[in-house]
C-alpha cells in the first residue's frame, strides 16, 4: 500500500519546516559519534579509572581493554509507583545480560519519577509537567561520564519515558532501546470506578466506599490499566521503534517479561558502536518516526498530555511539531481502539485482542506509517509487527500479528474502523487555540454554546458545585492554569463534577489553559489553550456570562463579546503560584516556560533560540 497522501504531505511539510534545526542536531550527533569507536577511549587514565573503580572484575577488565560495549542503564524505578516497582530487579538481569554478550553494563543514574494519580488536585500535581523536563536533565547528568556505547532507559509513566526520550536525544549519538514493566491486572472495571466518583462528587457515598473502589482498580504492581498517558507511551514507543516488538503490554512478574528485559540489553550491545548494527537514537528519532508516533497515538485515542510531549520531544532531535500538523492527521487516521475512556476495556483487553503488532500492521498496510524507519530490532517498520512468546524450551521468539482482532468491540482492523478519524481537533478563535480530545465525547456533545462560568483554580469550581451554585448550561473556564502560571497541573478531578452536570441534561463544557489527563474525555474540553492567561492570553479578558462557544467539529472557540467592550476589558491578574509542596524550586521553570504548542518547554534551547 503506497504512503497515504496527508500523511506524505504533513511529513514533507515538518521536514521542509525543520530542515536548518534538524541539520544542525544531526552535525551534532555525527560529530559526536565520529570522535570515536569507544566514547571512553577519549577519558584520560585517572577519568577512566574513577568510571571502572566499583566494578566486578570481569567488567572492569573489559572496560580496561576497550574491547567491548559498556551498557548505561538510567532507571525511573520507585516502588510507590506501582508502574515502576516492577523496574527493581531490571539492572541485574541487564548486567548479567550483558556480561553473556561480551558486554558490560553500569547503573548510570536515576531519575525522579511522580505519579500523577497520587498528586491530582494537590499542590504536587504543579511539578508534574516541570518534572520531564528535570527527568530529561537528570538523564543528561547519568550519561554526562562519557563512560558508554549505549543505554537502556527504564520507565513507563506520563512525564518519565517523554523525559527519558528527550535526555536520550541529547545524547543522539548514543544507541537506546526503551524498557517497560507491563501492566497490572485488570480490576475493578473503570465504567464501575467512575460511577462511584460521580456518586461521591454528589455526597451519595463516603470516603470508605470510594476508597475501596479505588483500591480495586489499583492493586497490584504494574501499570494503571486505562488507556491514559502513561499507556500511551508505551504505544508510541512501539511505533518508533525504540521498544522490542510487543514488549509494552506484557504482564510484570512473567517469565515473558524477564526474558524481553534481557534482550533488551542484548540488542543494546548489538546496536552499539561495536555492534554489527550501529543505531544511534539521533538518527532513529527523524521526522517519520515523529509522524508514525502522532499516527498511533490518533488511531488509539490516545492522551491530549502527547499535544505537549511530541511537540518537545520533536524539538530535541531539531524537529518542529505543530498542532496543525495533529489536526490534519486526525481528519484521515482512522480510530481502531476502544479502551477506557473512549471504550468499557483496558489495555490487558486490547492485548489479548491482538496488541501493538495487530494494531501497527493494520495502520501500515492502510498507508498511514511510514514502514521504511530504523527501529532497535532493525530496519523496517514490519518487525513490530510481531508479538513475542516463549518457545516450548523457554526460548524468546516472535510471530506474526493476528490476522483477525480476537474482541472487534476493543480492536478493529483498518477496513472496518470504530470512526473514520482520529480522536484529536484543534480549535481556534477569539480565546486563543486550544486541543480537545474527541474520541471519548459523543457527536451530539461536541458543539456547545453557553454563558460563561470564570474560576481561577478547580478548588473554585468545585466549591461552587457544592455549594449548589453550578448548575445549568455553561462553559466551564478554569484559568491561571498554564505552565507559566502554576505548572499546568492536571484538572482530572474536574472530571467527575462536570459529568454530573451533564447527566442532568445540562449542555457543559471546559475551557482552560491547563491540562486534562489522559483519563479524561467524556466531556468536551478544549484545553491547553495557548497564550495562556499568565501570558496574557484572551482567558484573562473572559466574565461570568459571557457567550463562549466550543465546537470541536468546525474547530471553533470563541466568545460573543463586542470588539469595543473586550478590548476595554482589563486582563484578570493570576496568583501566584510560589510556595509549598517543593514549588518554590521551580520559580525559573514556570518563568521559562514555552507555549503549551511548542511543548511548554522550561529550559531555552540553542537549536530554538
Not at 307 to 335: K, N, Y
Amino acid at each position: 500500500m503506497p504512503l497515504h497522501p496527508v500523511v506524505s504531505a504533513v511529513t514533507a511539510r515538518i521536514t521542509e519546516r525543520s530542515a536548518p534545526t534538524r541539520a544542525r542536531y544531526l552535525e551534532q550527533v555525527r560529530a559526536a559519534a565520529a570522535r570515536g569507536r569507544v566514547a571512553r577511549a577519549e577519558l584520560a587514565c585517572t577519568n577512566l579509572a574513577h568510571g571502572f573503580a566499583a566494578s566486578e572484575p570481569s567488567s572492569k577488565l573489559r572496560l580496561k581493554l576497550l574491547e567491548a560495549p559498556n551498557l548505561a542503564i538510567v532507571s525511573a524505578y520507585n516502588d510507590m509507583l506501582s508502574a515502576h516497582q516492577p523496574l527493581a530487579g531490571y539492572p541485574r538481569w541487564i548486567k548479567e545480560a550483558a556480561q553473556a554478550a561480551g558486554a558490560s553494563a553500569q547503573f548510570a543514574g536515576g531519575v525522579p519519577a511522580m505519579c500523577d494519580g497520587v498528586t491530582q488536585g494537590r499542590p504536587g500535581m504543579e511539578l508534574s509537567l516541570f518534572s520531564r523536563d528535570v527527568i530529561a536533565q537528570a538523564s543528561a547528568v547519568a550519561l554526562s561520564h562519557a563512560m558508554f556505547d549505549a543505554a537502556l532507559y527504564l520507565g513507563v509513566c506520563d512525564k518519565i519515558v517523554p523525559g527519558l526520550l528527550m535526555g536520550a536525544l541529547a545524547f543522539g549519538h548514543l544507541p537506546a532501546v526503551f524498557v517497560p514493566a507491563g501492566p497490572m491486572p485488570s480490576g475493578l472495571s473503570n465504567d464501575e470506578k467512575a460511577e462511584v466518583r460521580k456518586l461521591y462528587a454528589q455526597g451519595l457515598v463516603g470516603r470508605d466506599v470510594l476508597l475501596e473502589s479505588e483500591a480495586q482498580s489499583y492493586h497490584a504492581p504494574g501499570t494503571c490499566t486505562f488507556y491514559g498517558t502513561a499507556n500511551s507511551n508505551q504505544l508510541m514507543m512501539e511505533a518508533m521503534g525504540l521498544h522490542l516488538p510487543g514488549a509494552a503490554f506484557v504482564p510484570p512478574g512473567t517469565p515473558l517479561r524477564e526474558a524481553l528485559t534481557r534482550e533488551a540489553a542484548r540488542v543494546a550491545v548489538e546496536i552499539s558502536a561495536q555492534g554489527p548494527r550501529f543505531t544511534p537514537v539521533g538518527e532513529l528519532v527523524d521526522e517519520r518516526a515523529i509522524v508514525n508516533a502522532v499516527v498511533v497515538l490518533l488511531a488509539s485515542g490516545g492522551s491530549t498530555n502527547h499535544t505537549l510531549h511530541l511537540p518537545a520531544i520533536a524539538r530535541m532531535a531539531g524537529i518542529a511539531l505543530d498542532w496543525d500538523d495533529f489536526a490534519e492527521l486526525s481528519a484521515v487516521v482512522p480510530s481502531l481502539m476502544r479502551v477506557y475512556p473512549n471504550g468499557k476495556a483496558d489495555v490487558n483487553h486490547f492485548h489479548a485482542a491482538g496488541g501493538c503488532g495487530f494494531l501497527l500492521r493494520e495502520l501500515m498496510d492502510a498507508g498511514l506509517l511510514h514502514p521504511d524507519v530504523a527501529t532497535v530490532f532493525g530496519h523496517g517498520l514490519a518487525r513490530q509487527c510481531r508479538s513475542p512468546a516463549l518457545d516450548a524450551d523457554g526460548r524468546l521468539a516472535w510471530h506474526d500479528a493476528i490476522a483477525d482482532s480476537a474482541d472487534s468491540a476493543v480492536l478493529r482492523g483498518s477496513a472496518a474502523p470504530f470512526t473514520p478519524d482520529g480522536g484529536l481537533r484543534v480549535v481556534t478563535g477569539k480565546l486563543g487555540r486550544a486541543v480537545v480530545k474527541v474520541s471519548a465525547v459523543p457527536p451530539e456533545r461536541r458543539r456547545v454554546t453557553a454563558p460563561a462560568r470564570v474560576f481561577d483554580s478547580q478548588d473554585a469550581l468545585l466549591a461552587a458545585f457544592r455549594d449548589g451554585t453550578l448548575d445549568g448550561n455553561m462553559v466551564a473556564v478554569v484559568r491561571g492554569q498554564g505552565p507559566r502560571a502554576n505548572g499546568m497541573p492536571e484538572l482530572h478531578q474536574l472530571t467527575p463534577t462536570l459529568s454530573v452536570l451533564q447527566d442532568r441534561g445540562h449542555a457543559v463544557a471546559l475551557v482552560s489553559d491547563g491540562r486534562m489527563s489522559g483519563a479524561s474525555g467524556k466531556v468536551l474540553a478544549a484545553i491547553h489553550v495557548c497564550p495562556e492567561a499568565a501570558d496574557g492570553g484572551a482567558l484573562s479578558r473572559v466574565r461570568d456570562g459571557d457567550l463562549i462557544t466550543v465546537d470541536a467539529d468546525a474547530g471553533v472557540l470563541d466568545v460573543d463579546v463586542a470588539p469595543d467592550e473586550w478590548a476595554a476589558r482589563a486582563p484578570a491578574p493570576v496568583a501566584p503560584s510560589d510556595f509549598g509542596c517543593g514549588r518554590e524550586l521551580f520559580a525559573g521553570a514556570r518563568q521559562n516556560a514555552g507555549r503549551a504548542d511548542t511543548g511548554a518547554l522550561s529550559f531555552p534551547h540553542p537549536l530554538w533560540n
